[in-house]
Nanobody
């Protein structure tokens, strides 16, 4: 069992930066691949980034590539998302997720956090 709690969301102007964190509890955290998804009002939940549990290899949605960076610290049971050059279209609730694989759809992930709101003003 893995419990996930996101933090770090807020209001920022376009061009600014935010760093989201996801704290995980559970002894098996380090064996899970971790991902960030986001969901804007009236839209489906979409993939943002993911990181492999052991190799550290990363995957990004084209819309955030070059602006966002996902990282993890298995010793601290945390995964982070550094978001730079934010745009109004990045406004959404951001969720972290844990799963045994890496997928760009939300359904296969086993555990989810409650989400944190990110609002980017123009």
């Amino acid at each position: 069992q893995v419990q996930l709690v996101e933090s770090g969301g807020g209001l920022v102007q376009a061009g600014g930066s935010l760093r989201l964190s996801c704290a995980a509890s559970g002894r098996t955290f380090s064996s899970y691949n971790m991902a960030w998804f986001r969901q804007a009002p009236g839209k489906e939940r979409e993939f943002v980034a993911a990181i492999h549990w052991s190799s550290g290899s990363t995957h990004y949605a084209d819309s955030v590539k070059g602006r966002f960076t996902i990282s993890r610290d298995n010793a601290k049971n945390t995964v982070s998302l550094q978001m730079n050059s934010l745009k109004p279209e990045d406004t959404a609730v951001y969720y972290c997720a844990a799963g045994r694989g890496i997928w760009v759809t939300p359904t296969p992930y086993d555990y989810w956090g409650q989400g944190t709101q990110v609002t980017v003003s123009s």
